[in-house]
């Protein structure tokens, strides 16, 4: 047997010849995106190879592969994939095929979105969209790896989880920046940004930590966004000033970041000292700054101190007959359960600037 009668009977009958068009594997390479995103695009929307070869060896033209990066530049920006996918079919310049065209499930000819079966994950998602809705009788099941459910939210958080799970930081950076324009920053973080970063975290701890890169990269760019969007901190003002710490132990500054940029919006003269200061360090600032208020943020009940937000609250200043203490503030998920007796307590964004406003205006 000859050599090249070797190679034809290796690749089975109906397989193209080797370096015609790129493997599916190497297509989702290419897009950075899972391979079973690949042939779920393509059994579902129709977005297959035009050239069928036979055999289970798919392979797929510069033509094949332009319609798919189309398909994810469009699921990028939050457009479910069913209608992404009837974008790019529309643009095509000839129609596909019949047997090749998804016939719309029943719930998208009504006019809704359908999303990715199970266990199949989209590039786009990669597991962080709202997976689709079971029958009534085990809705509220749910089970680690069918899908990151975002739940009833506006249409940039899937946007924004696209393009984080994808590791795209020009597409993530726009996208945020975009929402915070748009919607303003104590918005765009309530309604956007947090829902998009606790449902990376709950994919995380549901997935043996598979995705603590992605929720790394978003907080990172979450960070950026809100550095390059914020105007210049306020001068001081006598008694005006907001300290801002977390708790010794604690390192979680996101929240902190987000409070300290909506604060300097409003003009409010903010000192900002990042994660875990240590107890010495937090008394040296407050005695030094003079603030009208401190916010102590704490993640972890674990890191959170009553003795020492008692300690700052109890701190004095000024001369004798006019001395002063700041008002405390307990902020973050590690105080629920452990609220300090007279030390205000905001639940949320809005709720912790319009108190530190107020306490700044007096």
């Not at 689709?132 to 099941?141: D, H, L, N, T, Y």
């Not at 799970?165 to 947090?194: F, K, Q, Y």
């Not at 004798?320 to 307590?345: E, Q």
Request: a positive charge.
């Amino acid at each position: 047997m000859g050599v090249h009668e070797r190679d034809s009977r290796d690749r089975g009958p109906g397989s193209a010849p080797a370096g015609v068009g790129l493997t599916t594997g190497e297509v989702a390479r290419r897009l950075g995106v899972a391979p079973t995103t690949v042939r779920t695009w393509d059994r579902r929307y129709g977005l297959g190879p035009d050239a069928h070869t036979g055999g289970r060896h798919r392979r797929w033209t510069p033509v094949d592969v332009a319609r798919l990066e189309r398909m994810c530049a469009l699921t990028a920006t939050g457009i479910p994939p069913a209608e992404a996918a009837r974008t790019v079919l529309g643009e095509a310049t000839r129609e596909p095929a019949p047997a090749r065209r998804a016939a719309p499930a029943p719930r998208e000819a009504a006019g809704e979105t359908t999303q990715e079966p199970a266990g199949e994950t989209a590039p786009d998602r990669g597991g962080i969209d709202v997976p689709p809705p079971p029958p009534p009788s085990v809705r509220a099941r749910s089970r680690a790896g069918s899908g990151l459910r975002l739940g009833d939210v506006r249409q940039e958080c899937k946007g924004i989880a696209r393009a984080a799970l994808r590791l795209d930081a020009a597409a993530l950076d726009g996208l945020l920046e975009a929402a915070i324009a748009e919607h303003g920053l104590v918005v765009a973080w309530t309604e956007v940004i947090m829902p998009t970063l606790q449902a990376v975290g709950r994919k995380w701890e549901s997935s043996g930590e598979k995705y603590v890169e992605v929720e790394h990269f978003l907080s990172w760019h979450v960070s950026g966004a809100l550095r390059r969007g914020a105007p210049p901190t306020a001068a001081d003002r006598p008694g005006a000033t907001v300290v801002l710490a977390c708790v010794p132990g604690e390192n979680h500054t996101l929240p902190l970041e987000v409070l300290a940029a909506a604060l300097a919006e409003r003009g409010v003269p903010v000192r900002m000292f990042g994660g875990a200061l240590p107890v010495e360090s937090l008394v040296t600032a407050v005695r030094r700054t003079g603030p009208a208020a401190v916010a102590l943020w704490a993640q972890s009940r674990t890191t959170a101190s009553r003795p020492l937000a008692q300690h700052v609250a109890a701190m004095e200043w000024g001369v004798r007959g006019a001395r002063r203490k700041p008002v405390v503030l307990t902020i973050g998920p590690g105080w629920s359960g452990r609220t300090v007796p007279g030390l205000p307590r905001p639940t949320g964004l809005a709720e912790a600037v319009a108190l530190l406003e107020t306490v700044v205006s007096r």
